[in-house]
């Protein structure tokens, strides 16, 4: 089998490339730029990945990146993911996570490969966002309303729908993975998770004296990357394309969150530690996600490894052996 991913070096084309090579899949990488700074790294990391050059806002590199890689799956994981950074280069977060998906799900169809190649897209939570007409209740799911509160929100929706325009009007296999917050220890630092774990660690190695944060009551539904991609090879194994759900059915706030990691260096009270920022508030703010799995679970036979506490603590203890690495070499 030949898979290829997209946003390769983000977090969750870590875990998957991890995961299919596992499985004896050939894997293939989109990488963009001419020389993108986080190449060498992943090299090192994952050898037996081979590296196609290509931007999902240049429709031609990703037909050349089809027939190179001939692939049987294609997981289109590219995107600019960051909510907050989305407010600030909408028109840019249009281009790539949203028209990016139509140009990857054209590519398919010019290269002539729509009949026989599986394409995931990379769906989010994020599309839910929420107001009061469409609060989770039990845990947003396949049928749940959508009202996106961030550009970033927007143009996943729009990506959303064209993969699900695809699947329609052409019969390809194009399965959308409906995901909601997943995180671990390849997180981006610029996510709230892995921007506290740092920072506990730093704190407790006297290498930071203070975080900076936005709000801290708004609630996630949180999970570990490792099994969320377990689930996107799950999706595709399945015999018809469809919409998931993959979610932990749990929500808790930030300041949870924070509590968590604070508790497991066994600092109790975290408060002189944490400072509000209000350049870090966004000028809109999805509340609360809750998701409900239970499609997944009964029709794809997913489940999940690690918990909420198995979550933070696995993150804080990666970082905090990061940490040690860094006092060492003062
Ligand atoms: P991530 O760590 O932010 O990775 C994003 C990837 O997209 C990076 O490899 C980045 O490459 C690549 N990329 C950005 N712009 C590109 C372009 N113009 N052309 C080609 N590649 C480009 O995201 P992630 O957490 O792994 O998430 C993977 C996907 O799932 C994303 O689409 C995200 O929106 C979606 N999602 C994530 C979550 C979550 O909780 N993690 C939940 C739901 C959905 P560079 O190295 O070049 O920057
Ligand atoms: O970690 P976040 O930036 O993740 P967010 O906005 O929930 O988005 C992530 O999950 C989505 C799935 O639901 C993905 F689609 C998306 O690509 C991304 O992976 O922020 C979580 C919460 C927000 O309410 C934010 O306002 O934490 C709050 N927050 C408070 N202080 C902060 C900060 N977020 C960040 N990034 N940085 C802060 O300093």
Redesign the pocket.
């Known amino acids: 089998m030949r898979a290829l991913i997209t946003g390769i070096t983000g977090q969750d084309g870590g875990h998957l490339a991890e995961l299919l090579h596992s499985k004896g899949y050939q894997v293939f990488g989109l990488i963009r730029g001419q020389n993108n700074a986080r190449r060498q790294q992943f090299e090192t990391e994952f050898p037996y990945v081979e590296l196609i050059e290509g931007d999902v806002t240049d429709p031609s590199s990703l037909v050349q990146a089809v027939e190179q890689a001939q692939p049987d799956e294609l997981y289109n994981l590219a995107?600019i993911?960051?909510?907050?950074y989305s407010f600030k280069n909408p028109s840019l977060t249009a281009d790539v996570t949203g028209k990016g998906v139509l140009n990857v799900l054209e590519a398919v169809r010019m290269a002539h490969m729509g009949d026989r190649i599986k394409v995931y897209q990379a769906s989010?939570?994020?599309m839910f966002g929420g107001l009061d007409y469409n609060r989770p209740g039990r845990g947003y799911n396949e049928q749940s309303l959508f009202h996106p509160r961030s550009p970033?929100g927007a143009a996943?929706l729009y990506g959303h729908w064209m993969a699900r325009n695809y699947r329609e009007s052409y019969g390809m296999y194009v399965t959308c993975g409906i995901?909601?917050?997943h995180e671990g220890e390849r997180r981006g630092a610029?996510?709230?998770?892995r921007?506290i774990t740092k920072a506990v660690a730093h704190i407790k190695a006297g290498l930071q004296d203070h975080l900076?944060?936005?709000?801290?009551w708004?609630k996630?539904d949180w999970g570990y990357a490792g099994d969320y991609v377990r689930g996107m090879w799950q999706m595709m194994q399945h015999p018809e394309p469809d919409d998931f759900v993959l979610a932990s059915g749990e929500t808790r706030s930030?300041q949870q969150f924070l509590e968590s990691a604070f508790e497991h260096v066994g600092i109790d009270d975290w408060r002189p530690f944490v400072r509000q920022n209000p350049a870090?508030l966004?000028p809109a703010?999805?509340d609360i996600?809750l998701g409900d799995p239970a499609k997944a679970e009964d029709q794809l036979g997913w489940s999940r490894e690690i918990d909420f506490t198995g979550l933070v603590q696995r993150m804080v203890d990666h970082d905090l052996k990061l940490a040690a690495v860094a006092v060492a070499a003062r």
């Open positions: 995107a993911s960051h909510v907050g989010t939570s994020e970033y996943k995901l909601f917050n610029e996510f709230v998770t921007k900076e944060l936005g709000d801290l708004p996630r930030v870090l966004r703010q999805v996600l």
